[in-house]
């Protein structure tokens, strides 16, 4: 029997398969497709094999059990191996024989078990012909189906690239597609509405694994057998939660209310009310960080905080500030910080004012009033999100806010205190923030302007003018040039405090001397005598700066 020979027979049965059920039943035979994997191993002709690997899978799609009697046979490491084959008609074919027993569940839970059916089955995406990028999506639909663990496997394979590389790619060239790019389209978007089916399961099994251990640092056995089947999926939600391609169908307010448990549950842990054991399937710190992870791909994405602002402010937020009162005070303490700065940032910029600070006040009063003085204490990065997330309080310019801080003398000798420590180092990140926020709540009709004398606050701010030009003049003129910038950024809020502050000296000396009081002005500007000593300083420091810091004083 030649070769030629073999190709006709080969592909009589292919078209017989092609056909119709009622014509192609006499072929759906175990030994049929045995005789066919025989012919493909026996030839050395490509196309002899191509053609064979075809006709297999299309008698297997009338008669799925015939694959699962050929994995038998020849060993499923032996046809998986073919999906890692540099011919894209041995891998066609393959990809489909394995996607129509996915489909009806036969030999799946095998198939699923081989380590290298996955990673060959994705390394598919990276092929240029779509229809067999189409088909490997398909395969990942399936395979999801399945199982959830499967999906998590795709996602550390870098699906969610593939998945977005392609949606930009077809989205671009919308106006010219082919047969196959079409194809390619369906079977992604096959794909995209498998997995949106699954999150809510996924997120629905991780709460109700959660809620079973609430409270409780040491779980059961069965809690923790719940807890290491669904725990270990967190990833998946972080993965599509930072996509583009998902994040808009994602976010969906029963999402946001599931977060806001896992939000809560890891706040708990974090504080050291709760703990997951040490079989969990995933480690009380790696489950924090994930969370922190879907949040913060959650506020990155598009249009989120204003489609969602009242859950954010009602929901969210308070629940990310729980983590203000946790034990890691330069790890998630000052990662909460800086988030709810972020996001109140945006919102300031994004939303209606008068909305936003209605419900910023609140906020403000229940979450973060008892934590924040407490978190500026410490040093390190903590205490710079501290010192952001009030800089970004103050900038909403709610009267109410205001009068809250420039009320609590804990939080101004906070400020003085912190202002002492920066006036050696006045080009630090914190000093033109600290500068800002002195500045705005000293102009507050609500302070205790005793509060800024008892604490040191001109005292400091003179110490600050010294060190500022003593750093100048220590640094070469090429040198001193380049920190101008920086440095005027720090002048500006404070020329802005200090000069607040001689208007209001002023103003009282007036009044005073209205009424005729001499020597209660004397007395007055005695005591008032630490704000005049910063004149000197402040001239100092911007004679050495020169005509560019005097420009910049004059725009401003």
Known sequence: ETAATHHHAVRTIMNMASTGRRQCEPFTTCDTVLTLWTVYLNSKHDALKAVTLSAMCRLIRFDPLLGQHLLERVGLQTVVSLLASSHSKFQQPVITLFNTMLANNVAARKILMDKDFLSNAVQLLEHPSCVLRGKAYLTVALSSGHSSETLLSCCHLRLVSYIERDTRRQAS???????????????????????????????????????????????????????????????????????????????????????????????QIDCGDAGLGLNAGLSAADFCDRVFDILQACFSASHFVIKHTEIIMLELLPSVAL???????????????????????????????????????????????????????????????????????IESNSSDILAQFAGDANVIH???????????????????????????????????????????????????????????????????????????SSMVPTLECL??????????????????????????????SELLLCIPSLFQLVWMLGLFVWSCIFCY
């Not at 669904?230 to 998902?246: H, M």
């Not at 996001?343 to 008892?370: A, Q, S």
């Not at 407490?374 to 205490?383: I, N, P, V």
């Not at 912190?418 to 705005?440: D, G, H, K, Y």
Request: negative net charge; charged residues 15%; glycine residues 4%.
């Open 323 to 393: 983590f203000l009162q946790g034990r890691h005070l330069d790890g998630r303490q000052a990662l909460a910080a800086g988030l709810i700065g972020d996001v109140l940032h945006r919102l300031l910029t994004e939303v209606d004012r008068e909305v936003y600070c209605k419900g910023l006040e609140g906020f403000v009063n229940d979450c973060l009033l008892p934590c924040l003085p407490e978190l500026m204490k410490h040093a390190g990065t903590s205490r710079l999100a501290a010192v952001q997330l009030l800089a970004v309080l």
């Open 173 to 267: 060239q919308s106006k010219s597609l082919d047969n196959s790019a079409l194809y390619l389209i369906h079977c992604l978007d096959h794909l995209t509405a498998t997995i949106l089916e699954l999150i809510p399961q996924i997120t629905g099994g991780i709460v109700e694994c959660l809620a079973a251990v609430a409270g409780r640092k040491h779980p059961s056995t069965a809690q923790s057998k719940l807890l290491r089947a669904n725990l270990p999926l967190l990833p998946i939600l972080g993965y599509f939660t930072s996509s583009s391609v998902f994040a808009s169908d994602m976010l969906t307010e029963s999402f946001l209310k599931s977060l806001r448990v896992l939000l809560s549950h890891a706040a």
């Open 414 to 488: 906070l400020l003085m205190n912190m202002m002492q420590e920066c006036a050696s180092n006045v080009q630090c990140p914190s000093f033109p923030l600290l500068m800002t926020i002195i500045s705005r709540i000293s102009t507050s009709s609500h302070l205790d302007r005793d509060i800024l004398y008892s604490s040191k606050f001109f005292s400091h701010l003179v110490s600050s003018l010294d060190h500022l030009a003593a750093a100048i003049s220590n640094q070469s003129q090429r040198q001193a040039q380049q920190q101008q910038q920086q440095v005027v």
């Open 499 to 528: 000069s607040m502050q001689l208007e209001y000296l002023l103003v009282i000396q007036q009044q005073l001397e209205q009424v005729g009081e001499r020597r209660q002005v004397d007395d007055w500007m005695a005591d008032h």
